[in-house]
């Protein structure tokens, strides 16, 4: 691609047919809105800036796309609000003030159509710059053309225009071959011919796809590329097409990553989300879920009903049964759970293992160090070789701030022990059963307790007689 790409996504729309009180492109697809899927698509074609024209709850659609793109070119992004939604052709309209300055190509896609890959946009870009048409299209067939635009050629093959299908005649309605949404004009051609749009048509709306055949009376040529994958081309209009979405691309990334050699038993109760890396030779059991930017290093093994969330593990790690990890970091031979919850920065080094019903939040594990049972560790630095009692917990929180706690290497927490934080465990350290630690402790010293008393003896009825 030689010219420079400008990109257009039109996302103002509510998606009536969602039945629902959110904007379409909020709806997500697998863990991620509609809208974030497109704006990879147009992100990896280079462009010069990605224009969104948002109406319905503009400030979540925002939001939801600077998130999107946060950290990889967001600054990229330009917002234009579309007040009242007139059609596709006049959100094209509202972005025009955006647009003056633009030049090379505009690559206009909708908001709600989110397989669509890279690759396939490139090729629309190559064809448009081959011919250097006036505005290229994508197009494919489809069986039941039902609610699509349709490609209406001239004698010779050529397009002639695009109909509605609420304006298509009985003979334009057989016609197959759809207009799925996917554009590219030359904007210095796309501009001028915005101001011969009309409404005059069945849904009283200004249609972009009234555009190529204006651009075509004007002497422009309009170029076609025909795509035979109509799956990944395909709109969003209904939660039925959503759930059918995402079962396809659930199933292009569960196919991508068994080709790169992850056991995936059982590959229709296993979700993971498209950018999700994992290495060779780990095995993921039945209903599991891998979400977000989660990195997964090789033969590891993740056992059933496990949800990762932003998760970077390691080689050869475990994460047994029922377990929840957000934004957690696992750094090699980690052991997790069974029914483990890891959250907001937790982080494991080497060999560290966190054991049943243990909750870790904020907190960092050394080398080899252990909590096995029943414990909490929030805002909390371990050392090395560190073994925590079942049972303990740092009391992090005084009801107003949270405070750290530090236990230095080579310290044994007895069970049971509160920590009343902010406090300090000196390495070499023991404490005892049931402590309530609420100062320092130096280096290499025992800490306990009181130790429960025998009070009385209690003599229960028939007890006697069977002591005999
Ligand atoms: C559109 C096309 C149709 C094509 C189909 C593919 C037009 C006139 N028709 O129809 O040829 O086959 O997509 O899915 O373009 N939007 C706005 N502002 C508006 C109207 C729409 O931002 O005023 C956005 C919507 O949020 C949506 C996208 O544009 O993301 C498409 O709008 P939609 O109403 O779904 O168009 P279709 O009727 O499906
Ligand atoms: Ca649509």
Not at 35 to 41: F, S, T
Not at 84 to 97: D, F, K, L, P, Y
Not at 101 to 114: F, M, N, Q, S
Not at 155 to 162: K, V, Y
Request: net charge neutral.
């Amino acid at each position: 691609m030689t010219q420079p790409i400008n990109v257009l996504i039109l996302a103002a729309g509510l998606g009536t047919r969602m039945k629902s009180a959110r904007a379409k492109v909020l709806h997500r697809l697998g863990s991620r809105p509609l809208i974030a899927h497109v704006l990879d698509a147009a992100l990896a074609l280079d462009p010069e800036q990605i224009v969104v024209v948002v109406g319905h709850q503009a400030e979540q659609v925002e939001a939801a796309a600077r998130e999107a793109l946060a950290g990889r070119g967001a600054e990229r992004l330009r917002f234009v609000t579309q007040a009242e939604q007139r059609g596709t052709g006049h959100a094209v309209m509202s972005a025009r003030a955006s647009l003056a300055g633009a030049r090379g190509a505009l690559v206009v896609l909708y908001g709600d159509a989110p397989l669509i890959r890279a690759e396939t946009l490139r090729r629309l870009v190559a064809e448009h710059e081959r011919g250097a048409h006036a505005a290229t299209l994508l197009t494919t067939e489809v069986a039941d053309p039902r609610g699509y635009g349709r490609i209406i050629r001239d004698g010779g093959g050529s397009l002639e225009r695009i109909v509605e299908e609420k304006d298509a005649t009985p003979a334009e309605r057989e016609v197959r071959e759809i207009n799925p949404g996917f554009y590219c004009f030359e904007v210095g051609a796309l501009l001028p011919a915005l101001d011969r749009l009309t409404t005059r048509n069945a849904q009283g709306e200004y249609y972009l796809t009234d555009i190529p055949e204006l651009l075509r009376r004007g002497g422009g040529t309009v170029g076609t590329v025909f795509h035979e994958a109509a799956e990944e081309l395909l709109g969003i209009n209904t939660r039925a097409e959503l759930a059918a979405a995402w079962g396809r691309l659930r199933r292009a990334t569960l196919d991508r990553l068994m080709a790169a050699g992850v056991t995936i038993v059982d590959p229709d109760s296993t979700y993971i989300d498209a950018g999700v890396e994992v290495g060779a030779d780990t095995v993921i059991h039945p209903q599991v879920v891998i979400e977000g930017a989660s990195r997964l290093g090789r033969e590891c093994e993740i056992y059933s009903w496990t949800r990762l969330t932003n998760v970077e593990i390691g080689d050869n790690c475990r994460v047994l049964n029922g377990c929840v990890l957000a934004d957690a970091r696992l750094a090699a031979r980690n052991s997790v759970g069974p029914f483990a919850h890891l959250r907001m920065g937790a982080e494991l080094s080497e060999e560290a293992v966190v054991g049943n019903f243990v909750e870790v939040k904020k907190s960092r594990l050394g080398r080899k160090t252990k909590a096995m049972h029943l414990t909490y560790l929030g805002d909390a630095t371990l050392g090395e070789r560190v073994n925590i009692g079942a049972g303990t917990v740092t009391c992090n929180y005084d009801g107003k701030r949270k405070h750290p706690t530090v236990i230095e290497d080579d310290v044994k927490i007895g069970s049971d022990t509160m920590l009343v934080a902010p406090v300090r465990v000196g390495r070499g350290s023991v404490s005892g059963a049931g402590s309530v630690i609420t100062k320092d402790v130096p280096p290499d010293s025992l800490v306990a307790g009181v130790p429960a008393q025998i009070k009385k003896q209690i003599i229960h009825e028939g007890h006697e007689e069977a002591r005999k």
